[in-house]
């Protein structure tokens, strides 16, 4: 399963934007790029995903590199309610049932 | 309901107790998935259903861990002769197929301590 890097935590101060960066060096042609995060004593819960076009949505923006290596999700204006941790995962049509979480990039968000 | 629903959603059980936790996916998906996640970590990948038929099950960490979905809807992963290190928060998640573009909806988890 390709695999993805991204800093263990980041701080925000609120009303911001937040950048959260993601690597996957090895990712294949066929992987989607999904972001998910985790509030406090919750399941994950879907941000985003793409595959090769930048994609936007009512919670936020993907931005993907040209050469699908890394991407990063855009916080446009970061609340409170955003602190959580965000994971950055593959998925791909062979393996995507298996979908591989690391430890995710711990955002905290200061008033 | 609208979304995945798991139960119990705390349990307490003694050293070798057998345990039972079950998971409503959401209505008409096919694809079904357990995690586990410890403390700081992120979910790390169990079992995957698609259908009836167990798809991957590689995630298990050993023969005392075992999940059905006989229906192909409720699913139930089972712990026998539980050890203190099973303790952790059993996640499970439904998408509509296994297909990559897919999203996976989580439930907010069983929260398991062996004691």
């Known amino acids: 399963d390709a695999k993805t890097t991204q800093p263990n935590s980041m701080e925000s101060n609120e009303e911001e934007p937040v950048h959260l960066p993601c690597n996957h060096s090895?990712?294949?042609?066929?992987?989607?790029i999904h972001w998910y995060r985790q509030l406090p004593s919750q399941g994950p819960e879907y941000v985003i995903h793409?595959?090769?076009s930048n994609v936007n949505n009512r919670m936020a923006s993907l931005a993907i590199a040209e050469d699908r290596k890394s991407s990063t999700l855009i916080l446009h204006r970061a609340t409170l309610r955003d602190a959580a941790v965000y994971y950055c995962?593959?998925?791909?049509?062979?393996?995507?049932?298996?979908?591989?979480f690391g430890a995710g990039t711990r955002l905290f968000v200061k008033a | 309901g609208a979304g995945v629903s798991q139960t119990p959603s705390n349990k307490v059980t003694e050293k070798g107790k057998y345990v039972e936790l079950r998971c409503d996916p959401i209505?008409?998906?096919?694809?079904l998935y357990w995690y586990r996640q410890s403390l700081g970590q992120g979910p790390e990948f169990l079992i995957y259903?698609?259908?009836?038929?167990?798809?991957?099950d590689s995630g298990l960490p050993n023969d005392r861990f075992f999940a059905v979905r006989p229906e192909g809807s409720v699913s139930t992963l089972k712990i026998q002769r539980t050890e203190r290190g099973d303790s952790a928060v059993y996640l499970c998640?439904?998408?509509?197929?296994?297909?990559?573009?897919?999203?996976?909806?989580f439930g907010e988890g069983s929260w398991l301590t062996v004691v």
């Open positions: 793409g595959l090769t």
């Open positions: 090895t990712i294949s042609g066929t992987d989607y």
């Open positions: 259903f698609q259908g009836t038929g167990a798809a991957d």
């Open positions: 995962i593959l998925r791909d049509d062979t393996g995507g049932f298996k979908t591989i």
């Open positions: 998640a439904s998408s509509l197929t296994g297909n990559s573009g897919n999203t996976i909806y």
């Open positions: 209505s008409g998906h096919t694809a």
